[in-house]
């Protein structure tokens, strides 16, 4: 396996782990599977603003899972602080993969000075909360009964974990 920069031949593949967790998980509580100019208007967004995009890829270059973060609110008092989202494809689940990407973001992370990174996970997942706290996250709070999908009622789960030590940020 390889962790590498994702390129816009990735994007299909990207794509398609992504409608399989809107189809089949409650890792994205929507049912709208995205189309590939929403997700390749995504892909551009990131590029442009210098986020991250990564996927896993096997010995075929075949993509294994993606992960990327983000802006965590909108507001500059949050400007060192991102959220980030890890999804791989259940067949290679349980080989490190997530692992891997989620290390490979908080290196990127910690590059571009950030301090917070956030994770907002179902609460049912719990091989999602355990991979966070094994990489030093807590939970920082839980929302119960959040949202819906499939007719549950599902928990929020925020997973937060400070990159580092940090002078105090600029006004």
């Known amino acids: 396996m390889l962790i590498r920069n994702a390129e816009p031949k990735d994007v299909p593949a990207i794509l398609a782990r992504y409608n399989q967790a809107v189809r089949e998980t409650t890792a994205a509580w929507t049912s709208?599977?995205?189309t590939l100019d929403e997700r390749l208007t995504w892909f551009e967004g990131r590029m442009k603003q210098d986020l991250p995009?990564?996927?896993?890829?096997?010995?075929?270059?075949?993509?294994?899972?993606?992960?990327?973060?983000?802006?965590?609110?909108?507001?500059?008092?949050?400007?060192?602080?991102?959220?980030?989202?890890?999804?791989?494809?259940?067949?290679?689940?349980?080989?490190?993969?997530?692992?891997?990407?989620?290390?490979?973001?908080?290196?990127?992370?910690?590059?571009?000075?950030?301090?917070?990174?956030?994770?907002?996970?179902?609460?049912?997942?719990?091989?999602?909360?355990?991979?966070?706290?094994?990489l030093g996250f807590h939970v920082a709070g839980r929302l119960p009964e959040a949202g819906t999908k499939f007719g549950l009622w599902l928990d929020l789960v925020f997973v937060a974990k400070v990159l580092g030590p940090m002078q105090s940020p600029e006004a």
């Open 32 to 34: 709208r599977e995205e």
């Open 53 to 134: 995009v990564l996927v896993a890829v096997d010995d075929t270059d075949a993509v294994l899972g993606f992960a990327s973060f983000g802006p965590f609110r909108p507001r500059e008092g949050y400007r060192l602080t991102a959220e980030h989202s890890v999804y791989v494809d259940p067949a290679a689940q349980r080989r490190g993969i997530g692992r891997a990407l989620l290390e490979r973001l908080m290196e990127i992370a910690i590059a571009k000075n950030l301090h917070v990174l956030v994770g907002v996970i179902d609460g049912g997942n719990t091989a999602s909360i355990a991979l966070h706290e094994k």
